[in-house]
């Protein structure tokens, strides 16, 4: 019953998306979806779902759908070499792997029963989330700009001089590694969707053996991320210090919409903020940063897995972070919103999986509290933290650890207690 109603629930949510996008001339995530049956699509999430799809297949299955999904793409790749249509941005393969996907919702439903049915289409249900996900996530984007023409930019600017303004410090430090140190850090913003996966595929490892999902694990973590956060875009528009103190990250927006062209080299000054008028393309998904939300959950969800796989968490949070801040996507204050955030939907995830109890509800009230404080504050507070930075950077990051402290203090209690060793009994000595 949950999984039909988060079905019920997420088709409801793109329609609603997909009434509102046409209204502003584009296609919504529904229709997109469904022309990359035949149009050359996007192939990492469409693999990354396929791959997350054949965790309820067994070796010989998985073997048999990767290469029909492979044999489809590769007519699809000769047909529009024959025809002469244009393929860019990495755009030649993918479709085979949606099809496979929706092939085995059909067999799901007219070739399985009982438990067999339902495990198949969850593992279905969990590929097509991660892809409609991806889809949704960019519809809102676009809403974010047509929506929102004004953004708050000048507020977290001046509220991140609390924390000593630490985008144009990362940003000068990545500039000097360039070229590579931009490039590795371009390659692990853009592939996080790719480090989720592993992880999920590590956690979802043994559900071909066992038929059945575990209770928790990264993915609900993400969609939930993914599918809340854009609500905040709406209500707190930033578009980043690249964007709105620089030429922006690809000359989109430029200097025309920005205060001034300051971003890296010079911190703005202290002044009063005001809403201010930007461009209809940028995307307001500045706070709180879901790069960050993201990253800290996949370092959450490595630390039991292997050594391997922590090292890899630990980089990829650490290098997300840096090139958040260094390629000028976000403000400092938008990492704090977005661990903290981050850790109340993990907490409150965790609480739905373990049963609610008292320590449980109390975290998931004080992150949720001091979330909403930390926004109340960078709007209306902002002069007060960029003038008292002993004070109030201190505070911020105090907020954000007291949130990490509550999670690790409250998910131990959590975990199942070791049962202790029995000793054997000693024997008495032989007479």
Known sequence: MIWVAVGVAALGFMVVLEIVARRYGQPGPLTSQVGELVFAPKPGPLYGGLALMMVVLTWRQRLIAAGIAIGIDVVFVLVRWAIGAEMTDGRYFGNGALWVMSGYAVVAVTRRTGQERVLLLKGVGLGLLLVAGRKTGDTWLFITSKARPAVLDQYVATADHALGNPSWLVGRIVRATDPIGTHLLHLVYAQLAVAAVVVALYQLRNVAVERRFPSHHLVRTFL??????????????????????????????????????????????????????????????????????????????????????????????????????????????DLVAGVVFALTIEAALRSLDHGWDRRGIQLVVYGSTVFAALLVSYRYLPMELATHPGVFGPLLLLAMTSVIYGYLRTTKLWEPAAAPTRQPEPQPEPV
């Open 224 to 333: 939930v991320i993914g599918l809340l956060g854009p609500g905040i875009y709406m209500l707190f528009p930033v578009v980043g210090p690249v964007f709105a103190y620089g030429p922006g990250a690809s000359g989109t927006g430029g200097v025309q919409w920005a205060v001034a062209n300051l971003w890296p080299d010079t911190p703005p000054s202290i002044t009063a903020p005001h809403p201010m008028s930007y461009d209809e393309i940028t995307p307001r998904n500045c706070m709180p940063s879901l790069h960050t939300a993201w990253a800290a959950a996949i370092f959450i969800h490595s630390r039991k897995g292997p050594l391997l796989l922590r090292y890899a968490g630990t980089f990829w949070l650490i290098a997300t972070l840096t090139a958040t801040l260094g390629f000028g996507y976000h403000y400092g204050v």
